[in-house]
């Protein structure tokens, strides 16, 4: 079976992105329609369904599709002050099969003027949610310390990240072995790069090494949501 080709954005890709920004209104956007589609939305896309590929072989349970992953580029300006009408970044997510695009943890990057983030987690979990996860959290300390504290995670992505509490929850024992794990709210991990470098052949290998070193920690933090 014939591969889907390496995707890499061209540089007309950030220079759209630029200008967008200077020019984020829609009289702009609809005489430059044609370029994000060329050079924003394509390339994206085949990202996608590269990635949908790559995807069988260490995450089979993300789910990589244009349709579900792409991001639109307008932005919902309903509530929002800034009623600028464009999104000046384009994005892409890939949640997990059995739950809803924004629910659980996932995988996502995203490639704007000023930097490109690749990595994954949970962003904005329920109430149910955050409170089933540190269960298993609780439950299987040494399983989450081995993933986020591997020298391999370390050196990819850092250290878990995201917004926490400012003790631990309660429920759980203030000298939990797990303590510091516990006090989070969103479990984040991922690596930011210059916004040069989407454009660059090397960026799809990178890409590719940070989600191979983040899908087993969005494994750990949905298992508790899947049964």
């Known amino acids: 079976m014939k591969r889907t080709p390496v995707p890499c954005f061209p540089p007309a890709a950030l220079r759209f992105l630029r200008a967008l920004k200077r020019h984020n209104r829609s009289e702009w956007f609809l005489a430059h329609r044609d370029d994000y589609q060329a050079h924003v939305r394509q390339p994206m896309t085949a990202f996608v369904e590269r990635l949908a590929e790559d995807f069988r072989g260490f995450a089979p349970e993300l789910v990589a599709s244009p349709k579900t992953s792409i991001y639109r580029i307008y932005r919902d300006v309903r509530f929002s002050e800034n009623k600028a009408p464009y999104k000046t970044h384009v994005a892409a997510v890939f949640p997990t099969r059995g739950l809803a695009k924004h629910e659980g943890a996932g995988l996502y990057f995203h490639v704007s003027p000023d930097e490109v983030w690749v990595g994954g987690g949970m962003y904005a979990p329920q109430t149910s949610q955050i409170h089933a996860v540190r269960e298993h959290i609780a439950a299987n300390t040494k399983r989450l310390r081995a ?63 940070v989600f191979r070193h983040v899908a087993p920690l969005t494994r750990f933090l949905n298992e508790p949501l899947l049964h």
Do not use: N, W
């Open 147 to 209: 993933i986020v504290e591997s020298p391999a995670f370390r050196r990819s992505v850092g250290r878990l990240d995201g917004e926490r509490l400012q003790r631990v929850p309660r429920g759980f024992p203030k000298d939990h072995e797990a303590a510091e794990y516990l006090k989070f709210r969103q479990f984040l991990a991922g690596r930011e790069f210059p916004p040069a470098f989407a454009t660059s052949p090397k960026f799809y290998s990178a890409l590719l090494t």
